[in-house]
Nanobody, 113 residues
C-alpha cells in the first residue's frame, strides 16, 4: 500500500524559510521521479518542483532560485527547502510519485506577517 506522509509545514513570516519532508512507503522509491505540488485556496493544484531518480530537478518559474528539491533514497524521502517565502506561497503542499494518482494528506504552509 502506497503511503506518502508530508510534514514540516507551518506559519512563517515573509522572507522566512521552511523545509518540508515527505516519507514514502509501499513502492521502490529510488526508481521513481518525485514531485512536490501545492494548492492554494480557490486555486488549482500546481506542480512546484520535481526530481528524477538520477537527481535531475525542475522547478516552476514562480519558485526558481528560492526552492530546492532533494531526495534521500536510503530514507525513501523527498524534501523541499523553501527560502525567501512570499505570501503567495501560502498553500497546502503535497508530494507525489510522478505518473501515479496517490496523494498524501499534505502539509499547510502559511506565509504571513
Amino acid at each position: 500500500q502506497v503511503q506518502l506522509v508530508e510534514s514540516g509545514g507551518g506559519l512563517v513570516q515573509p522572507g522566512g524559510s521552511l523545509r518540508l519532508s515527505c516519507a514514502a512507503s509501499g513502492f521502490t522509491f529510488s526508481i521513481y521521479t518525485m514531485d512536490w505540488h501545492r494548492q492554494a485556496p480557490g486555486k488549482q493544484r500546481e506542480l512546484v518542483a520535481g526530481i528524477t531518480s538520477g537527481g535531475t530537478t525542475n522547478y516552476a518559474d514562480s519558485v526558481k532560485g528560492r526552492f530546492t528539491i532533494s531526495r534521500d533514497n536510503a530514507k525513501s524521502s523527498v524534501y523541499l527547502q523553501m527560502n525567501s517565502l512570499k505570501p503567495e506561497d501560502t498553500a497546502v503542499y503535497y508530494c507525489k510519485r510522478r505518473g501515479y494518482s496517490s496523494w498524501g494528506q499534505g502539509t499547510q504552509v502559511t506565509v504571513s506577517s
